[in-house]
């Protein structure tokens, strides 16, 4: 099974700065992966696709990069609306896909 | 509206069988997977495993496998998750979610999810 290890465990940043989270796959999954951002109490909603193709409706601000095993999501310039916990997710090894456990990026 | 509705909460003890479902509309459900995912209370997301409804092929993640049984019913759009003997450890919040059925694997992430089932298994 694919380890998908994020960091930090928590990432604080003020209103207006950047936020750059970290995702590592334990083997290549190509471009294959996910992000999604959870807010408490809602489902997972997802904002990233082949690493780096925004889904539909997402904001320009987020924006995905990297491939093999290093990926990274960055928020260039944080809303109230951001604060929330991020998973990444390999959908490369199939059908053994697997998220990390999040990130929960909290305002500073 | 694409979207994926839930049962509602359940409430349950550890030995009872139970059955979760998840209605698809506004899409062709059989052009799509139909995943399942737990999120336990305080922690991150789990997937379970996944069905295709179009033929009903279906894989488990090894952590799950004869644990749960995931099935569905193309004539209702309808997927479904179920335990025949529950344990206090299962209680969680199960999401279901789709991805698109293609060779395009850059494609398969779960792009609509639904609004999560909260099951609590309490004697």
């Known amino acids: 099974e694919i380890v998908m290890t994020q960091s930090p465990a928590t990432l604080s940043v003020s209103p207006g700065e950047r936020a750059t989270l970290s995702c590592r796959a334990s083997?290549?999954?190509?471009?294959?992966l996910a992000w999604y951002q959870q807010k408490p109490g809602q489902a997972p909603r997802l904002l990233i696709y082949?690493?780096?193709t925004r889904a539909t409706g997402i904001p320009a601000r987020f924006s995905g990069s990297g491939s093999g095993t290093e990926f990274t999501l960055t928020i260039s310039s944080l809303q109230s609306e951001d604060f929330a916990v991020y998973y990444c997710?390999?959908?490369?090894?199939?059908?053994?896909?697997?998220f990390g456990q999040g990130t929960k990026l909290e305002i500073k | 509206e694409v979207q994926l509705v839930q049962s509602g909460a359940e409430v349950k003890k550890p030995g009872e069988s139970l059955k979760i479902s998840c209605k698809g509309s506004?899409?062709?459900?059989?052009?799509?997977?139909i995943g399942w995912v737990r999120q336990m209370p305080g922690k991150g997301l789990e997937w379970m495993g996944i069905?295709?409804?179009?033929?009903?092929?279906?894989r488990y993640s090894p952590s799950f496998q004869g644990q749960v049984t995931i099935s569905a019913d193309k004539s209702i759009s309808t997927a479904y998750l179920q335990w025949s003997s529950l344990k206090a450890s299962d209680t969680a919040m199960y999401y279901c979610?789709?991805?698109?059925?293609?060779?395009?694997?850059?494609?398969?992430?779960?792009?609509?999810w639904g609004q999560g089932t909260m099951i609590t298994v309490s004697s």
């Open positions: 997710q390999q959908y490369n090894n199939w059908p053994r896909n697997t």
């Open positions: 083997q290549s999954v190509s471009s294959n």
């Open positions: 082949g690493a780096s």
């Open positions: 506004g899409y062709s459900f059989t052009s799509y997977w």
């Open positions: 069905i295709y409804p179009g033929d009903s092929d279906t």
């Open positions: 979610a789709r991805r698109v059925d293609t060779a395009m694997i850059t494609y398969r992430a779960f792009d609509i």
